[in-house]
């Protein structure tokens, strides 16, 4: 395991050393994201909002903000336009290299589906990379309901995001998080719970190599763990509060939509497991994180642990998984295990993720036959989700 | 000869292909000799998508039931579906021929022949004309044989599909050296066995309800008035679930025939259920009445859009049979109840014809019983000779004549 137990207070501030972290905030949806980080009052990144919308970018609280496409759409918005978004973002590449310079992580934060996310966030994807730093992206799919079109226009993104290096990408299907809210949520809610989420799993990501970290991974395994091309990727999280916190955490862990795919469990290799608790949390509860993600995941390939102590927390729980890499192959048991303990680097290029409402999942069998339209209405599709009917699983 | 009392009928579903070969003791009720079955991949909502693969699995189910009846067959009935069969009315009319007025066989033979002159679109050909009513001078009249007037109409409903998928289908049993002696709607095959003499005399709706493909046959005064096909069947259901409930297709199936309910309202709204059953990451608990609001949901506008089809027909006076469900998707719960919600008349699944062997008596054969039914029916008449021109009768010599 790669856990490196710190004690906190011995640790001494070596700042100045640790990587940079930029989080970039894309978009309408990027932007309310990055207004929920800035609120969180997380320190160890720097925020940048980046939009075409020069109204929406005066609403954002964030100081460093990058207007993009001026000479594009004169400051309004991209108008669910992915080519002028990606316009708007060429044009003013040379600002993002200068915003970029320097920087070791890039956190990319957007609503795909409509104009400046999924067009300008594969731009920025692309100078990122150039410029060497790893580049996370956190990406909320858009509502079926919403229409093929915008559906098309996030897939398209999502593939430019990865051709243009996007070392990892989490998606948040709209749908899946309105699944876990109550009958009366409404397409705001879903929002902002998926504004939240984001907000949760970028500050996670952030302080995992922090050296306040109670139980800290250093950058370069969590670079290991991110850069994972090619390969499926992972993003789940539970908490819990109250007398048995840690244990109705992993409940919820285990219960997260994100996690609602088939065969959820054999697709992802490299996994980083962060636990947020006040910061005298017993230590031991480490080891149970770290032995239930490895039973509940047994085709990893490396398992990471570790930990942040927060005062704010009272006696609430949290629980992540990020994922990202290839999982091994089911084996038989005493080859899996010795598979285990040595980590798998995996280059592949094509990379998918899972929780992402794939085309075929719209029309999923019937993927590959003539349409079957009927006054207009695609049959193969969902009747629920044609007429809007809200399904409450829980 | 012996030989022609012993008949085949194959029926090719979207999830599976039936053979059954029987022998004609009584009229319209053989003796099931044998029958084989094999899981078709190949066909996707009635519509055949890989032409070699479906004719294997085709004549892997004939010969399963040849070598159960121990013997080789020449010709077979078979049934046909898909969403490119429509119906269509049309009216035959004649002046009456003879001096005294009187209605002949010839007059009757003439007024069939113009109802079934009507051209179809390119492409296009019948594969089963169903006599509906004789009209004398504008008089309704069930039979006007030597009756008096001047002016003989007959009302017709034909069935028609594309020539080329049809060709297909036949092409199948053609590959297997077999003739095929009857083309059947599959959904008046199934209505032959689904619904009983007395309802479809007084009006009923039968609902085929496949994997694939739901026919649907409106019977009244004892012959179809009106038929056609719905590319929705239990697919949709199970890719419903799997969509909705983020599972494996395989996993939606296992739900749907385990869990499956089509009422909600039957449901205890606190129940829970678990979705994979295994307990692992992923499986969790959903609440059972989602599942069946997901199926309600496809289900009812199934129902709704047979309704609209039948248009003012669904009257439920005109409807004193009810409906009845068949087909392999009937067996669903709570199906009978929807259905009962959404036409306004009782509904019922239908039941196995009388004395059939165990292994047949479930409703996704009522197809292939039918197509036996009807085609020993038919085989009755040509030895007989008979004049009986009522009911439904495959005339296709255009297209077999074609097909030489």
Redesign the interface.
């Given at each position: 395991m790669d856990t490196d137990l710190q004690n906190k207070a011995e640790k001494p501030a070596v700042d100045a050393e640790q990587p940079t972290i930029k989080i970039i905030g894309v978009g309408g949806a990027g932007l309310a994201a990055l207004a929920r980080l800035h609120a969180s009052g997380l320190k160890e990144a720097q925020l940048c909002a980046l939009d075409t919308d020069a109204s929406a970018l005066a609403l954002s609280p964030v100081a460093d903000k990058l207007m993009i496409g001026q000479s594009v759409t004169r400051g309004l918005s991209a108008g669910g336009e992915v080519d002028v978004g990606r316009r708007a973002a060429e044009a003013d590449r040379d600002r993002m290299v200068t915003a970029l310079e320097g920087v070791k992580l890039v956190f990319i934060l957007a609503g795909l589906g409509g104009g400046t996310g999924s067009g300008a966030a594969p731009v920025i994807a692309q100078v990122a990379s150039q410029s060497g730093a790893l580049v996370v992206v956190f990406a909320t799919m858009p509502f079926i309901v919403e229409g093929a079109r915008r559906h098309r226009q996030a897939e398209d993104a999502l593939k430019y995001l990865r051709m243009c290096g996007g070392d990892s990408i989490f998606t948040l299907p709209n749908d899946?998080l309105m699944q876990s809210l109550g009958a009366d949520a409404t397409a705001p809610d879903v929002f902002q719970l998926a504004g939240q989420w984001i907000c949760r799993g970028v500050g996670a990501l952030c302080r995992s190599f922090s050296p306040k970290a109670a139980a800290s991974v250093d950058f370069g395994t969590v670079q290991k763990l991110l850069v994972g091309k090619g390969s499926k990727t992972l993003f789940a999280l539970g908490r819990g509060e109250g007398e048995k916190a840690f244990e109705s955490a992993l409940d919820t862990l285990?219960?997260c939509p994100l996690?609602?795919?088939?065969?959820?469990?054999a697709q992802t290799g490299n996994l980083l497991a962060y636990l947020c608790a006040k910061p005298d949390f017993d230590i031991a509860l480490l080891n149970k994180l770290s032995a239930f993600v490895a039973e509940?995941?047994p085709f990893h390939a490396s398992l990471s642990v570790c930990a942040y102590g927060y005062e704010s927390l009272g006696d609430a729980v949290e629980v992540y998984l990020f994922g990202a890499g290839e999982a091994i192959k089911p084996k038989s048991p005493a080859k899996a295990k010795a598979a285990e303990e040595k980590t798998t680097s995996v280059t592949v290029t094509a990379q998918e993720e899972f929780g992402f409402v794939q085309k075929e999942?719209?029309?999923?069998?019937?993927d590959?036959?003539?349409p079957?339209v009927?006054k207009g209405e695609d049959?193969?599709v969902?009747?629920?989700?044609r007429?809007n009917?809200k399904?409450?699983?829980? | 000869m012996g030989a022609s009392r012993i008949i085949g009928a194959v029926d090719i579903g979207t999830s599976k292909a039936v053979a059954v070969i029987g022998e004609v003791v009584a009229p319209g009720r053989p003796e099931i000799l044998g029958f084989g079955e094999s899981s078709i991949s190949g066909i996707r909502k009635g519509e055949i998508i890989d032409l070699a693969t479906v004719s294997n699995c085709v004549h892997a189910a004939i010969s399963a039931a040849e070598t159960k009846a121990k013997l080789h067959l020449t010709d077979m009935c078979l049934s046909q579906s898909g969403t490119h069969i429509g119906g269509m009315e049309s009216t035959g009319s004649v002046n009456v021929a003879s001096a005294d007025n009187r209605v002949s066989q010839n007059d009757m033979r003439r007024a069939a022949q113009d109802a079934k002159s009507k051209e179809l679109p390119g492409g296009r050909v019948y594969i089963n004309h169903a006599i509906n009513a004789y009209r004398l001078d504008g008089q309704a009249v069930g039979n006007p044989l030597g009756m008096e007037g001047r002016r003989l109409e007959v009302d017709y409903w034909h069935i028609y599909g594309d020539e080329s998928k049809i060709r297909d289908r036949i092409s199948i049993l053609t590959a297997y050296n077999l003739n095929t002696s009857e083309l059947i709607f599959s959904g008046i095959a199934a209505g032959g066995i689904a619904a009983t003499e007395t309802e479809r005399r007084m009006g009923v709706l039968v609902l085929d309800i496949g994997a694939g493909t739901t026919e649907y046959v409106y019977y009244r005064n004892g012959y179809p008035c009106l038929t056609g096909v719905i590319p929705v069947g239990g697919d949709h259901l199970t890719n419903d679930l799997a969509y909705g409930l983020r599972i494996g297709n395989r996993s939606a199936e296992k739900l749907k025939i385990n869990l499956g309910s089509a009422f909600p309202d039957a449901i205890n709204k606190d129940d829970k259920v678990w979705i994979l059953g295994d307990k692992n990451v992923g499986d969790r608990q959903i609440r059972h009445e989602a599942i069946a609001q997901i199926i309600a949901a496809r289900a009812g506008e199934l129902f709704e859009m047979v309704k609209a089809e039948l248009g003012n027909r669904a009257d439920p006076e005109l409807m004193p049979g009810g409906v009845v469900l068949t087909g392999g998707s009937s067996k669903l719960d709570g199906l009978d109840l929807l259905a009962g919600r959404v036409f306004g008349v009782s509904a019922r699944r239908s039941e196995p014809p009388p004395g059939i062997c165990p292994e047949l008596a479930k409703p996704e054969y009522s197809v292939v019983l039918g197509l036996l039914k009807l085609g020993s029916a038919e085989k009755e008449k040509i030895a007989d000779d008979a004049a009986a021109k009522k009911g439904v009768r495959g005339l296709f010599s255009r297209l077999l004549g074609g097909n030489k």
């Open positions: 899946l285990t219960g996690l609602r795919v088939p065969h959820a469990t509940k995941f999942a719209q029309r999923g069998y019937f590959g036959t003539e079957n009927y049959l193969d969902p009747t629920y989700l007429r009917l399904i409450i699983l829980n | -």
